[in-house]
């Protein structure tokens, strides 16, 4: 165990790595691997709302998401196939470069499609950019853990997590101002160029020094070994179980209330204007502050307290929605509700995503988070994409948020008791020790 994960008690300390390198270039990072989320995510929502398509079927289309959840079957390839002539750059450079290409590809496909005339059509191309988002997100991902020292991990996590926020509003918030003025094809074509900082931020920093390759893949067997060795590896370690169901589970209530929120300010009557001040400014700020408090939190507190301590915060947060819903449309409610959920979201991305990266095995980075990252929403997803619309219309907006409220219930206790256990400080990996140079 770190130094950083059990907590440091000088607040210098804690805010320093903020301006070094690595976590800097995870901030870059982050910018690129949010706007595909925010492409099929509220913005393909709203677009969908908006051209007067069905509730049942815009929440059906947050299915797209789960080819985030499946991206640990094709991760091991971006661990072990070199790429010819980029992949003298690095292995995790060149991906980066390629990945980027693809998830601009995407989007743009996605720009040329009319959900009012070809429905099935844009769900092949909501799809295709979630391949292709979730691609990139296993490159950005290795990339990052790789590239950030132990005791970067927190910091560096939070700054991802400002550049993941920065670049999904950004580009949610650029594409609902060009929808207004030019449609929602010029609007996506535009959002593509974010793709770009990631791929400048391998060619400026290089390969990480920390980067270990698996041996060689010489035929089929090795091939097996490459997909299963990550998941052997990590199923071996004290308690790798009961981790993996906590990892199910701590997100469920989250990820189900997250996707839904703009049914309910379009069903409230609120405008694309007002949107855009309250959910996405408001959010915004509200979001980057928690996340410089995560970050300090986790510097300060340590890995175990910090994540309890956000996992409380991000599960009360779901109650301020049926708050909102209660009491009507309200914009003073609505940036209160979107304000603390934001500001408890921050804490939770800079503690439990460091904690994710410290899972991993510096051999198997890319195969190992994409596994823990897909695990992590997997649930809710499932269940917004193919109930959460039609336990809107049943329930109401009030039960429904008081329901993923109770659902955070498990995962809370769940982290406790394995840090009564000492599961915990079992379960990390290598990238939470340090290593020599490459």
């Given at each position: 165990?770190?130094?950083?994960?059990?907590?440091?008690?000088?607040?210098?300390?804690?805010?320093?790595?903020?301006?070094?390198k690595?976590?800097?270039?995870?901030?870059?990072?982050?910018?690129?691997?949010?706007?595909?989320?925010?492409?099929?995510?509220?913005?393909?929502?709203?677009r969908?709302?908006?051209?007067?398509?069905?509730?049942?079927?815009?929440?059906?289309?947050?299915?797209?998401?789960?080819?985030?959840?499946?991206?640990?079957?094709?991760?091991?390839?971006?661990?072990?196939?070199?790429?010819?002539?980029?992949?003298?750059?690095?292995?995790?450079?060149s991906?980066?470069?390629?990945?980027?290409?693809?998830?601009?590809?995407?989007v743009?496909?996605?720009?040329?499609?009319?959900?009012?005339?070809?429905?099935?059509?844009?769900?092949?191309?909501?799809?295709?950019?979630?391949?292709?988002?979730a691609?990139?997100?296993?490159?950005?991902?290795?990339?990052?853990?790789?590239?950030?020292?132990?005791?970067?991990?927190?910091?560096?996590?939070?700054?991802?997590?400002?550049?993941?926020?920065?670049?999904?509003?950004?580009?949610?918030?650029?594409?609902?101002?060009?929808?207004?003025?030019?449609?929602?094809?010029?609007?996506?074509?535009?959002?593509?160029?974010?793709?770009?900082?990631?791929?400048?931020?391998?060619?400026?920093?290089g390969?990480?020094?920390?980067?270990?390759?698996?041996?060689?893949?010489?035929?089929?067997?090795?091939?097996?070994?490459?997909?299963?060795?990550?998941?052997?590896?990590?199923?071996?370690?004290?308690?790798?179980?009961?981790?993996?169901?906590?990892i199910?589970?701590h997100?469920?209530?989250?990820?189900?209330?997250?996707?839904?929120?703009?049914?309910?300010?379009?069903?409230?009557?609120?405008?694309?204007?007002?949107?855009?001040?309250y959910?996405?400014?408001?959010?915004?700020?509200?979001?980057?502050?928690?996340?410089?408090?995560?970050?300090?939190?986790?510097?300060?507190?340590?890995?175990?307290?910090?994540?309890?301590?956000?996992?409380?915060?991000?599960?009360?947060?779901n109650?301020?929605?049926?708050?909102?819903?209660?009491?009507?449309?309200?914009?003073?409610?609505?940036?209160?509700?979107?304000?603390?959920e934001?500001?408890?979201?921050?804490?939770?991305?800079?503690?439990?995503?460091?904690?994710?990266?410290a899972?991993?095995?510096?051999?198997?980075?890319a195969?190992?988070?994409?596994l823990?990252?897909?695990?992590?929403?997997?649930?809710?997803?499932?269940?917004?994409?193919?109930?959460?619309?039609?336990?809107?219309?049943?329930?109401?907006?009030?039960?429904?948020?008081?329901?993923?409220?109770?659902?955070a219930?498990?995962?809370?206790?769940?982290?406790?008791?394995?840090?009564?256990?000492?599961?915990?400080?079992?379960?990390?990996?290598?990238?939470?020790?340090?290593?020599?140079?490459?």
């Amino acid at each position: 165990m770190t130094d950083i994960a059990k907590g440091s008690a000088n607040w210098l300390d804690a805010v320093k790595p903020y301006v070094q390198k690595a976590p800097l270039g995870a901030f870059f990072l982050g910018i690129s691997s949010g706007f595909p989320y925010a492409m099929i995510g509220a913005t393909l929502t709203t677009r969908l709302a908006q051209d007067g398509i069905d509730k049942k079927a815009v929440t059906a289309f947050t299915l797209a998401f789960l080819v985030y959840n499946l991206k640990w079957l094709w991760a091991w390839v971006v661990d072990g196939v070199r790429l010819p002539v980029i992949g003298r750059l690095g292995q995790r450079v060149s991906w980066l470069l390629v990945a980027g290409v693809f998830v601009m590809a995407a989007v743009a496909n996605l720009a040329l499609v009319d959900p009012t005339t070809g429905l099935l059509q844009t769900a092949y191309a909501a799809i295709l950019v979630g391949i292709a988002g979730a691609t990139f997100d296993i490159v950005i991902d290795a990339y990052r853990i790789e590239t950030l020292r132990p005791e970067q991990l927190g910091v560096g996590s939070g700054m991802s997590q400002y550049g993941w926020r920065i670049g999904s509003v950004a580009a949610g918030a650029l594409a609902l101002v060009l929808a207004a003025r030019i449609g929602w094809h010029g609007a996506y074509l535009a959002c593509a160029i974010f793709a770009l900082p990631a791929m400048l931020t391998g060619l400026v920093l290089g390969e990480p020094e920390r980067h270990r390759e698996p041996t060689a893949r010489r035929g089929l067997g090795e091939v097996w070994d490459s997909i299963a060795g990550p998941l052997v590896e990590f199923f071996r370690r004290r308690g790798a179980w009961l981790v993996l169901l906590f990892i199910l589970l701590h997100k469920i209530g989250d990820t189900l209330a997250n996707l839904t929120f703009r049914l309910l300010f379009d069903d409230m009557g609120y405008t694309n204007d007002e949107i855009a001040i309250y959910d996405v400014g408001i959010g915004f700020w509200a979001y980057l502050i928690g996340i410089f408090v995560g970050g300090v939190l986790y510097a300060r507190m340590g890995m175990k307290r910090s994540v309890l301590v956000s996992l409380l915060l991000m599960g009360v947060s779901n109650f301020s929605f049926a708050l909102l819903a209660a009491l009507g449309k309200s914009n003073w409610g609505m940036a209160g509700a979107i304000g603390f959920e934001n500001f408890a979201s921050g804490i939770g991305g800079v503690t439990v995503v460091a904690y994710f990266s410290a899972l991993c095995d510096l051999r198997f980075t890319a195969a190992q988070y994409a596994l823990i990252s897909a695990a992590a929403s997997i649930v809710g997803r499932f269940l917004t994409g193919t109930t959460a619309g039609a336990m809107i219309e049943r329930f109401g907006y009030v039960d429904f948020y008081l329901l993923t409220t109770a659902l955070a219930v498990p995962g809370i206790v769940l982290f406790w008791l394995m840090m009564r256990a000492g599961l915990i400080d079992a379960s990390v990996g290598s990238a939470a020790a340090p290593q020599p140079a490459a």
